[in-house]
C-alpha cells in the first residue's frame, strides 16, 4: 500500500526505538565516528581492504570538514537508537542524496530504512518529484529494495563499483 506520494506506508512509521532528527553542528564527531566506521567495516566490497583506497574515501570524513557540510540547501540528518547515532543522511534540497551511512553495529535493525524515507520525504516536502544518488556495490541491493533504479555509473568518477541511481517521489500510475 502507498501513500499519496508514492512512498511505501510500512516506511512511514519510524520503527519503535529509533530517533530521526536533524544534525547539527555539535554532531559533527557522531558523525565522522559513523562515516569513518561503516566505510571502514561495511564497505570492503567498494574499497578491498586497500589503504589507500580507504585513506582517499575517508580523508574528508573528520569533524572540521563535516563542520562545513553545514550550509543552506543542504541537509543532514541523524538516525538514534539506544541513545546513540546509528545512521547519518544526507541531502541536497535539489533533488540528491548525498549520503547514507549506517553504523555497523546498527546494521539490520531498520535504521538505514528509516532514514532513507525520511530524506526522501524531505526532498519531496522541497519540492522534488524526483531524487538521485550515487550508491556503492555495498548499498546497491538496499536501495533496490527500497524502489530505486540503476540509471548507469557515475559519471563524474570512474570508479565502476558506484552507481547512479533515481526514484520518483510521485505515486506510481
Known sequence: MQNKRGIPQAFLKVPEGIALRPATVFDVFDVSRVLIRSITRLCVADHNNDPDHLKQWTANKDPATIRGWFKPGSQIWLAEREGQVAA???LIETGK???LYVDPDHVGSGV???LLNRLERQ???CGCSEA???GTRTA?????RHGWQVTGQCSDRQDL???AMRKSLHPQG
Do not use: M, Q
Open 140 to 144: 546497491r541491493e538496499f536501495y533496490l
Open 88 to 90: 547519518v543522511g544526507g
Open 161 to 163: 563499483s558506484c552507481f
Open 132 to 134: 538521485h544518488l550515487d
Open 112 to 114: 538505514g530504512a528509516a
Open 123 to 125: 526532498l519531496a516536502a
Open 97 to 99: 542524496i548525498t549520503l
